[in-house]
T-cell receptor, first 114, second 114 residues
Framework: KNQVEQSPQSLIILEGKNCTLQCNYTVSPFSNLRWYKQDTGRGPVSLTIMTFSENTKSNGRYTATLDADTKQSSLHITASQLSDSASYICVVTDSGGSNYKLTFGKGTLLTVNP | GAGVSQSPRYKVAKRGQDVALRCDPISGHVSLFWYQQALGQGPEFLTYFQNEAQLDKSGLPSDRFFAERPEGSVSTLKIQRTQQEDSAVYLC????????????FGQGTRLTVV
């Protein structure tokens, strides 16, 4: 069964600090991996997408890495802001027939305090 | 519209009541998905439409759940004889084509069954 595991489950940091969120997956065959940000009471919004051949991708203060050999990804947030407080969800798509199903992790709840 | 719109945003239903949740996808988007997100969990796949055709309903938890998209645009998720375990956020997402492109999520409908 395809699975996506995220750690930590929750994280509290001070404004201005950096943090790194982890994602391990067992989805096969692999197509792509996305990190989504979900604010409380909102739907998920895509931050980055990475395919098999990509090792790192940045979007402003967000940098995602992917190691397809070890099936691990990380999301690094630099110089955190209060508005970064949200749930960050790792989502993996397989390249088989069910491309649309998307396997979601449970998310990491990030709280940025002043 | 500019994004995926879901209504109502919040719904409180008495146990045993029927409910209908509406999703207005982005205009022209072929693919439409429904997901169920329990508190503190990642979204779980319910069903998938390509235009008006429901290609996969394997995620629907019981025959009390029914989804339709009769004209290939607006979709309705209906839950009959609601039970407390149905309490969750129901997310709708749409995508321009069947494969590859990003799925955009609505804000969700929070259903509480009392």
């Amino acid at each position: 069964k395809n699975q996506v595991e995220q750690s930590p489950q929750s994280l509290i940091i001070l404004e201005g600090k950096n943090c790194t969120l982890q994602c391990n997956y067992t989805v096969s065959p692999f197509s792509n991996l996305r990190w989504y940000k979900q604010d409380t009471g909102r739907g998920p919004v895509s931050l980055t997408i990475m395919t098999f051949s990509e090792n790192t991708k940045s979007n402003g203060r967000y940098t995602a890495t992917l190691d397809a050999d070890t099936k691990q990804s990380s999301l690094h947030i630099t110089a955190s802001q209060l508005s970064d407080s949200a749930s960050y969800i790792c989502v993996v798509t397989d390249s088989g027939g069910s491309n649309y199903k998307l396997t979601f992790g449970k998310g990491t709840l990030l709280t940025v305090n002043p | 519209g500019a994004g995926v719109s879901q209504s109502p945003r919040y719904k409180v239903a008495k146990r045993g009541q029927d409910v209908a949740l509406r999703c207005d996808p982005i205009s022209g988007h072929v693919s439409l998905f429904w997901y169920q997100q329990a508190l503190g969990q990642g979204p779980e796949f319910l069903t998938y439409f390509q235009n008006e055709a429901q290609l996969d309903k394997s995620g629907l938890p019981s025959d009390r759940f029914f989804a339709e998209r009769p004209e290939g645009s607006v979709s309705t998720l209906k839950i009959q004889r609601t039970q407390q375990e149905d309490s969750a956020v129901y997310l709708c997402a749409s995508r321009l084509v069947e494969l590859g492109t990003e799925a955009f999520f609505g804000q969700g409908t929070r259903l509480t069954v009392v």
